[in-house]
Every structure is written in C-alpha cells, then in structure tokens.
C-alpha cells in the first residue's frame, strides 16, 4: 500500500474496489492523528474544483468596462484552460505594466502541502519574482509578535529558538519543574511543517513525568493533558502580570541569581526599579499580579519559591503571544529564566512553543533540506501578515513596525494559492469590505473554500494525492515518498503546471522550468537532499521504498550523558558569553533594549511591562460581553484544512462547530448542552453548537477555529456568520507598534440561545454557476 506524508502525519493510502480511498496511519507512529481519516471523503467531495470559473460580475465587467459586483456574491462561469490562464496573464501584465509590480500582492500564507517541490506558496513566489516582482508578507499568524521581539532580546531568529528548543529526553533527565504559560497542547502537536514521521509528544510526557512536576497557567485545563498537572485557571491575557508577580517574589526574596543576571544580561536594573515599583510607585508583587489573574497571590508566590529551588523549565505557547501586546509575555518568559540563572543548563532556561507542532523539542538532528530555489525579488515592499485588510482599505496609508514606518501599496492584483486568509485573517467582517477593493482576485485551491468563493478567476489545483512528490522536514529523522495514487479530480492541475503555463504566456517558461518537469525537479531536489544526508541511497532506491528512516537509537545513553545530537537551548552561550556571544547589540540577553526605547512606542517601551489589554473580563467591556472567547487551534483538522472531512464533520454540533462553556456559565444563562447558540459582539455573529466543559475557566468559552466561514450575506460584510467561524468576532489591531502581530484571543463576547429555525449551511455545496 502506498505511503504518503500529510502535515499531520504519515499515511497508508490505496484505492478501494469500490472507486474509494483506505487510509491507515502509519504502522509505527504510537500516536496518530485522526485527521488523515479525512483524506478518505475529503479528496473527491462535491466541493472540489473541478474545472477552472470565473466569477460573473467579473467577466461581464471586463468586457462591457462597467462595474464588477460582489466578490463572494455571484455565480461562476465554467470556462476553459486556455481562456483561464489568457485571462489571468493579460490581468497580471495589464497591472504590472500599468501599475507597477507594487499593485501586486502575492499571498499564499498557509500550509498546504507537505511535500518539498509542490508548495504552494514557494512555486507562486519563484513566478511573481520572475514575472517583475510583488509586495509580500512578513512573518506569521502562528507566532507573528515572537518573530520581532525574540531578535531584539536574544539577536535570534524565532525560528533559531525553536528549532533549537531543549530535546525531551534531556528535559526527561534534568528538569524538575516544567512551569508551562498556555499548557503543552498535545492537541496541536498532531502537527508539523513539512509533516510528522512519528508522533511522540505523550510518550515524551509520560517518561518527563516520572520525574517532572508541571504547572499549567492557562484558562484551559486540557492545554495540558496527559500527566499529573497542578492547574492555574488563570483570565485570558494575564500571562505578563503573572510573570511580573513571579519575578517580584524572587526579586524581593533574594532569589534571584544576581550573578548570572550581571554576566549574562543588560538592563536588570531597569527591570528590577519596574518590578519593586520604584520605577511607577506600583510594585508588581504577586497580589497585585493575582488580582488581575484571577487567582491567589499566595500561590504565586509559592510557584516563584518552587521555581527557585529546583531545576525549572519555563515554556510558553504561540497562543500567549496572540493577543493585545503578545511581545511582552514572551519577553518576560526570557526574563523570568533569566532571574532563575538557568539558561542553558540541561533541562533549565526557557523553551517558545513546545505542543505547538510535533517536533519542537523531539530530539530529532536538525538537517537543513532543499526546497525549491527562490529567485530575488525585484521589488522590496511588504507588509506584516496580519495587517491585510490594513493594506487593502488604507492605500497610501502608513504603519509603524520594528522601528521602521511602512507605507502601504496600492493593490490592484491579489495572487493567492494553497492558503485561506477568511480563516486566518482577524474579524471578517472588515476583510470582506477590503477584499471588494482590488481589480483582481485569482485563487488557486483544490476546494471551494470562502476564499475560492470570494475570488475573480479560481484555477483547479490537484491535491497530494494526485502529484508525485517527497516530504521532509528539516525537524524531523523520516522523509517519505508521495507517489500520485489518484488521478487529478476533474479537469484539477497542479501548481507548478499552472503556472508554468502562465509563466510561457508571459515568455518567462525556460526561467521558470529550467526545462525540468515534475521528475526532473523531484530528482533535482533529492540530490540536494543526499548532500545534506549522505547516507540517503540514490532517489530509485529511495522512490522504491518508499521512506527514509535517520533516526538514532539513544537506548543507550547513560542518565548522566547528553547524546550529541541532542539540544540545550544557549548552552554554548552559557559555557562561553564572549566567545557565542548573542547576535545583540550587547551580546548578551537584553532585558532592556537601547534599540526598542528608542521607537518611542507607548504601547512597547524599552523593557517588558505589562499593559491592559483592549478586552479582558477585567476591563469595562466585560458588563456588555462576558465571556472571554479563545479561539484556538482545533483537534479535528489543521487551520481549516479538510473541515468538510469526517474527522471535523463528526465533531460538529448541529452541523456547526462545537462551543465549550464551564456547566456553572450554562446553568447561569439558561444554556444546555447541545443548544445551538448565537456567539456576538460589536463586529459580528456567528451560530455554533454548546458544548458543556467543566475544564473551562468560567467567563472563558472556546471557539476553535477553522469552520469554513459560511455568512448569511453573501459578498457583504455584517451578516450573521452560520457555521461558527470565531474570526468575524475577533479583533483585526495589531499586537503593538512594534510587531504588529494578530491578536485574536484578545476577544470578549455575549452569548445568547438561538430560539428560532436554524439557518441552513451553503458552506457545504459548491457555489452557483450560470452558463455564458
């Protein structure tokens, strides 16, 4: 049977007798993701694109120069390849050479596929630089404030910290207390860029907890799961001043290790006057950090003692930092292990993102495999990732970020392939009105999500299992084959082809191919693979069967030993602060930055603070909307990948998705399990199902996110959302000045029963079309 890799993990796929797929995890992951079960329905459902369409109001429009309509309001047109890709390559040289290559944006922010040459977003950039240039995005929507404030306070990239997070077997040997902002989500876990060989984080749990003692701040009490945890329910977007009250304990019980804050950081001082509130008159302690919590002081303080007198871990999810000024909690995580002079020794310091994917922390070698070659592009504009509707409502308009003041572009073209910005982007609502203001929207995807729905031209791209290509992840010890095992659905192409077709209408075919085809680039790649892994045998063997294995037995590693391969966050940096010193303008950790006091940011000043958020069940907003919502990342499926697969499917209540709320919440408001409610605030609605969860601090509901947005009003923003999309509720501010980051667990709403006939879905059935 057949291997292949998806995100969330490594699959046996076959077609059936009957015309269906099998699909069985891979016998030797322990802990599977139920996900892959979706690839069995989801790849030939209804709602595939099946030919290449174009929206009507559009082609009317360009043919009689009057007005275009309503994107996401009106039907499609079938039409050919040819007519397709003439249409958008025409489009795209009309705004290029009109406009200027900064009328262009090119967005494909999301995962897509695993595999190493068909990525979406890497084959649409290498076309957009070649074509003349686009305006791109900058860092993330998983962890966008981390990506700007851990350089500035360690002179790492993000990424740096997280690929060199402490291995779980050396947190298995030395840690003592794993003090866990956010939890260590095993939910999340499933999954990882590039994909999953084997799913390890519960068995790592189970041997770690033998030994380790956890903590878990977090509204939630199955953010960590798994282990004995001592739960502090603590309110949403509290994590800075519970941070600050820890370290005010240590500050003013002589706990602090003086000796290392002197050696290896700057601007303690600084820190120290904010904490004793020498600084303001306000001394962080742990009963002022306990009453905006919403939990004892008492406790704190014996958290900070427990954290002192033993070998601690502090770790901190990307949730924590997606919220109003998400840069300072992860600053003082850094600052907190910093107090407890830890950093980078075996099981001690801080780790950013462990459970957030599978393989932060796996003990796997850290191997740097190719992808497909980028070319430069000629045009240096960009915006951060969450400012989107910023952009397109506001051309001309400026944004300050990381120091620099940005001025935003005047799109006419939107370029988009293998991502879904109505599920990422922050409060919908307002993306609809900006997505009516480009010229141009062309989409390529496999399926009519809201974003194919809400484009100009969309183009049928294949799916993983209907392309030939390998997985591999640079975090991971198994690469896999991924023969195609189904022929395209419909008249579906694959993003390469796709644009290698546009690329020879716009006579760049030779730049963009280098003459090679699918075979040719699969082969291409792999030899850069065998460069970096010597011992991968030729790609016929490889291709053959099926999956490579790198990884090393470590059974015999004695307790007091670290296998090589094995990482401590900063350990050379602590063995030797000058000869590694950091990449900061000092060298050292910087609890106070020259560089960050210097932007004159009110909302982001030289050293970590903590600021009110815009919403908190603290704040004023709450007697209007009571519940702070989180909207995490959801068990059933990744972002909103395969939300029509029956993995998501069976986890939907009344067809919508499921809504947790503490038992005492529902009794409160007359609510029962199974109701189907309407979720509100000042920005929108949404319908979802009630689902009762004692482990859910009260005030505090969860919407996961990911329900394909399905509004009442189709192409026109303020309508009542059916499915239980969280995004038409959130907040679409920035973190702060400095990151500009997307804060949508910064969220209060009100809730109420849904008494009337429940609206049906159209989410569910393709759109409509009409002939010529």
């Given at each position: 049977m057949p291997l292949t890799m998806t995100h969330w993990g490594a699959y046996d796929v076959d077609t059936t007798s009957t015309g269906g797929l099998s699909v069985r995890p891979a016998a030797d992951d322990p802990d599977p993701s139920p996900i892959g079960?979706?690839?069995?329905?989801?790849?030939?459902?209804?709602?595939?694109?099946?030919?290449?369409?174009?929206?009507?109001?559009?082609?009317?429009?360009?043919?009689s120069g009057g007005p275009s309509g309503r994107r996401g309001a009106e039907p499609f047109v079938e039409v050919s390849w040819d007519e397709a890709l003439d249409l958008v390559a025409v489009e795209h040289v009309r705004v290029r050479d009109g406009h200027g290559p900064a009328a262009i944006y090119g967005g494909s922010y999301g995962w897509a596929s695993a595999g190493r040459f068909h990525h979406a977003l890497s084959q649409l950039h290498r076309f957009l630089a070649l074509a003349g240039g686009y305006v791109r995005c900058v860092?993330?929507?998983?962890?966008?404030?981390?990506?700007?404030?851990?350089?500035?306070?360690?002179?790492?990239p993000y990424k740096a910290i997280q690929d060199g997070a402490t291995s779980w077997p050396v947190i298995a040997r030395h840690t003592d207390l794993m003090v866990c902002f956010g939890g260590l989500p095993t939910r999340t876990s499933q999954i990882s860029s590039g994909g999953v060989g084997r799913h390890g984080l519960r068995e790592w749990l189970g041997k770690a907890g033998q030994r380790t003692r956890f903590?878990?701040?977090?509204?939630?009490?199955?953010?960590?799961?798994?282990?004995?945890?001592?739960?502090?329910?603590?309110?949403?977007?509290?994590?800075?001043?519970?941070l600050l009250g820890l370290a005010h304990t240590l500050t003013v019980e002589g706990l602090a290790d003086e000796a290392f804050l002197a050696r290896y950081t700057v601007g303690w001082p600084v820190l120290r006057d904010y904490l004793t509130g020498a600084a303001d008159g306000q001394p962080k302690d742990a009963d002022w950090a306990g009453a905006i919590a919403g939990l004892p002081g008492e406790r704190l303080r014996g958290l900070a003692r427990r954290m002192a007198a033993g070998r601690t871990l502090i770790t901190a999810t990307w949730s924590v930092q997606r919220a109003?000024?998400?840069?300072?909690?992860?600053?003082?995580?850094?600052?907190?292990?910093?107090?407890?002079?830890?950093?980078?020794?075996?099981?001690?310091?801080?780790?950013?993102?462990?459970?957030?994917?599978?393989?932060?922390g796996n003990g796997a070698r850290r191997r740097r495999l190719p992808s497909l070659p980028q070319p430069s592009n000629p045009l240096d504009r960009f915006i951060p990732v969450a400012r989107l509707a910023d952009m397109l409502l506001d051309p001309g308009g400026t944004v300050d970020y990381d120091g620099q003041r940005l001025t935003y572009p005047d799109i006419r073209l939107v370029y988009w392939a293998g991502g879904n910005p109505f599920h990422h982007h922050q409060d919908l609502n307002r993306l609809v009105e900006a997505w009516q203001r480009p010229e141009t929207v062309v989409v390529q995807d496999p399926f009519w999500t809201a974003t194919a729905r809400h484009a100009d031209i969309v183009l049928p791209a294949t799916t993983t299992l209907e392309r030939n290509d390998f997985s591999g992840s640079s975090a991971d010890d198994v690469v896999v084959a991924m023969p195609r095992i189904l022929d395209p659905v419909g008249e579906a192409r694959d993003d390469h082809a796709i644009l290698a077709g546009l690329a020879q209408r716009l006579g760049i075919e030779d730049a963009?191919?280098?003459?090679?085809?699918?075979?040719?680039?699969?082969?291409?790649?792999?030899?850069?693979?065998?460069?970096?892994?010597?011992?991968?045998?030729?790609?016929?063997?490889?291709w053959q069967r099926g999956r490579l294995d790198f990884g090393t037995d470590d059974t015999g590693v004695a307790e007091d030993e670290i296998a090589p391969h094995w990482q401590v966050l900063l350990g050379d940096f602590r063995a030797d602060p000058a000869g590694a010193a950091l990449p900061t303008p000092s060298g050292r950790i910087e609890l106070f930055s020259e560089a960050i006091a210097g932007f004159g940011y009110p909302d982001c000043p030289g050293h970590p603070v903590w600021r009110e958020p815009a919403e908190w069940l603290g704040g004023p907003s709450a007697a209007r909307f009571p519940f702070h919502l989180i909207s995490n990342q959801p068990a059933t499926r990744l972002h909103s990948q395969l939300d029509h697969g029956m993995t998501s499917r069976e986890s939907k209540v009344a067809g919508r998705e499921p809504?947790?709320?503490?038992?005492?919440?529902a009794a409160a408001h007359g609510l029962?399990?199974?109701?189907?409610?309407?979720?509100?605030?000042?920005?929108?609605?949404?319908?979802?199902?009630?689902?009762?969860?004692?482990?859910?601090?009260?005030?505090?509901?969860?919407?996961?996110?990911?329900?394909?947005?399905?509004?009442?009003?189709?192409?026109?923003?303020?309508?009542?959302?059916?499915?239980?999309?969280?995004?038409?509720?959130?907040?679409?501010?920035?973190?702060?000045?400095?990151?500009?980051?997307?804060?949508?667990?910064?969220c209060l709403v009100a809730i109420d029963r849904w008494d009337g006939p429940v609206p049906p879905l159209a989410v569910d059935r393709p759109p409509a079309f009409r002939g010529r």
């Open positions: 079960r979706s690839l069995a329905d989801a790849i030939v459902s209804p709602l595939r694109v099946r030919r290449p369409a174009v929206r009507a109001g559009w082609l009317d429009g360009r043919r860092d993330t929507h998983s962890h966008a404030a981390a990506e700007v404030i851990v350089p500035r306070v360690l002179g790492l903590v878990s701040i977090s509204p939630i009490a199955d953010d960590l799961d798994g282990v004995p945890v001592d739960w502090l329910p603590a309110r949403p977007n509290t994590d800075a001043a519970i109003d000024h998400g840069e300072q909690p992860y600053w003082l995580v850094i600052a907190l292990a910093a107090m407890l002079g830890q950093i980078g020794l075996p099981g001690g310091g801080f780790g950013l993102g462990y459970g957030c994917v599978a393989t932060i963009f191919t280098e003459g090679l085809d699918e075979t040719g680039w699969l082969r291409r790649l792999y030899d850069g693979l065998r460069r970096e892994i010597p011992e991968a045998p030729p790609f016929e063997v490889f809504l947790a709320m503490n038992p005492d919440d029962a399990d199974g109701d189907v409610v309407k979720v509100f605030n000042d920005r929108g609605a949404c319908l979802a199902g009630l689902t009762l969860d004692p482990g859910i601090r009260s005030g505090v509901v969860r919407l996961s996110t990911g329900a394909w947005y399905d509004p009442e009003t189709l192409g026109h923003p303020g309508g009542l959302e059916r499915h239980g999309n969280p995004n038409v509720l959130t907040r679409d501010v920035g973190t702060s000045r400095l990151a500009q980051g997307p804060t949508a667990q910064t």
